[in-house]
């Protein structure tokens, strides 16, 4: 088992930056796919970018491609998410998961998950 606590989400304005981090703790970090996926009010959870056990291969959402970066430190056991340009529609709770598999769009592909931050962009 995996246990995730995201954290850096807050409130910025639109145009600016955050960076969201994702801790891990349990069995050996390298061994898991991770994704994003964000769920905003009255919306169902999506998929908004994956990267692979050896963080070379990563898949975007078409929403935030250009936009924002998923990286891994294995060796830290943090997921990363750098949110750049941010707009209004991206305000949600985001979540990050881990995978036994490899990271996929759906959130059923995912067996661990993360309580979730707030991520609130103002216009």
């Known amino acids: 088992q995996v246990q995730l606590v995201e954290s850096g989400g807050g409130l910025v304005q639109a145009g600016g930056s955050l960076r969201l981090s994702c801790a891990a703790s349990?069995?050996?970090?390298?061994?898991?796919?991770l994704g994003w996926f964000r769920q905003a009010p009255g919306r169902e959870r999506d998929f908004v970018a994956g990267i692979s056990r050896s963080g070379t291969s990563t898949y975007y959402a078409d929403s935030v491609k250009g936009r924002f970066t998923i990286s891994r430190d294995n060796a830290k056991n943090t997921v990363f998410l750098q949110m750049n340009s941010l707009k209004p529609e991206d305000t949600a709770v985001y979540y990050c998961?881990?995978?036994?598999?490899?990271?996929?769009?759906?959130?059923?592909?995912?067996?661990?998950w993360g309580q979730g931050t707030q991520v609130t962009v103002s216009s």
């Open positions: 349990g069995r050996t970090f390298s061994n898991y796919a």
């Open positions: 998961a881990a995978s036994n598999n490899y990271y996929d769009s759906s959130p059923t592909a995912y067996d661990y």
